[in-house]
T-cell receptor, first 109, second 115 residues
Framework: GQNIDQPTEMTATEGAIVQINCTYQ??????LFWYQQHAGEAPTFLSY??LDGLEEKGRFSSFLSRSKGYSYLLLKELQMKDSASYLC??????????WGAGTKLIIKP | ETGVTQTPRHLVMGMTNKKSLKCEQH?????MYWYKQSAKKPLELMFV???????ENNSVPSRFSPECPNSSHLFLHLHTLQPEDSALYLC??????????????FGPGTRLTVL
């Protein structure tokens, strides 16, 4: 079956760095998406990786290893506004997104 | 950004009521989606429309009925729902389903409570 695993909850300190991991098993693979969702709001697109390696976008970076079925989202210089849920989703061979349950990130001062 | 809007934002209904959720996208996209989001569970894809044609129905109970009159509007008609249908219902849109890896853009959702 198809499956996405990511931690349920993580806690980090303002100004620090946090890495949110995601492992996936899909029928075929057409890329890996990360979304951010603040409580009561829409998920918003953060990044898309289809090739191995690190993609950097400001304070946020996303990494993909296709051979390991693994991705992570790296958040640097954490701010209180980064408190949110982070959703990992892999696109399968039918171009359908398979979603993880999300990682709730709590930032403490 | 208000590229995808949803109304109402909150809805409380009894099991015998009939209601409709509305989604509108202002991004010029051709594909629209309905998702169900329950607490601590992955997003569940319900329906997909591509150029107004339904291309996906993920074994959704018939008490949920989608309607897509044009590429900018999507409705979800609800009738005789069950308490376990209480959830956040999210609408999303993307450029088009043509074998491409389109990014989906989401609306803020309708928080539905079934009593």
């Amino acid at each position: 079956g198809q499956n996405i695993d990511q931690p349920t909850e993580m806690t980090a300190t303002e100004g620090a760095i946090v890495q949110i991991n995601c492992t996936y098993q899909t029928s075929g693979f057409n890329g890996l998406f990360w979304y951010q969702q603040h409580a009561g709001e829409a998920p918003t697109f953060l990044s898309y990786n289809v090739l191995d390696g690190l993609e950097e976008k400001g304070r946020f970076s996303s990494f993909l290893s296709r051979s390991k079925g693994y991705s992570y989202l790296l958040l640097k210089e954490l701010q209180m506004k980064d408190s949110a849920s982070y959703l990992c989703a892999a696109m399968d061979s039918n171009y359908q997104l398979i979603w993880g349950a999300g990682t709730k990130l709590i930032i403490k001062p | 950004e208000t590229g995808v809007t949803q109304t109402p934002r909150h809805l409380v209904m009894g099991m015998t009521n009939k209601k409709s959720l509305k989604c509108e996208q202002h991004l010029g996209h051709n594909a629209m989606y309905w998702y169900k989001q329950s607490a601590k569970k992955p997003l569940e894809l319900m329906f997909v429309y591509n150029f107004k044609e339904q291309t996906e129905n993920n074994s959704v109970p018939s008490r949920f009925s989608p309607e897509c009159p044009n590429s900018s509007h999507l409705f979800l008609h609800l009738h005789t729902l069950q308490p376990e249908d209480s959830a956040l219902y999210l609408c999303a849109s993307s450029q088009a389903l043509a074998g491409g890896t389109d990014t989906q853009y989401f609306g803020p959702g309708t928080r539905l409570t079934v009593l």
